[in-house]
């Protein structure tokens, strides 16, 4: 009686930075999610909006990331918003 399983599961982490400064010193340059670059989400797509829910910028894990600008214009110091769709792999 008592008798207990050891059961392993594989998960996967989904992370992003809470801040970013594009201000082209080579530290904290540009944005996007951490953990879905990777199959079956190599085709994901992330957005960026402002606060007013104006889309800024698509991007793809894969990418850069986002630098902070919009149409080559560096946005201001603000709270921005995202959205991200992606495949939660089969498990």
């Known amino acids: 009686t008592g008798e207990c399983s050891i059961s392993e599961v594989e998960i996967g982490i989904i992370d992003y930075p809470r801040f970013f400064t594009p201000n082209q010193d080579g530290f904290h340059d540009t944005w996007n999610i951490i953990g879905i670059g990777v199959a079956p989400n190599l ?3 992330i957005y960026i ?3 007013y829910g104006k889309l800024l910028k698509q991007l793809s894990p894969t990418s850069q990331g986002w630098d902070g600008t919009f149409n080559g214009q560096p946005m201001n110091s603000d709270d921005y ?7 939660e792999p089969d498990g």
């Open 43 to 45: 085709n994901a797509q």
């Open 49 to 51: 909006f402002d606060r």
């Open 81 to 87: 918003w995202f959205r991200v769709n992606y495949t």
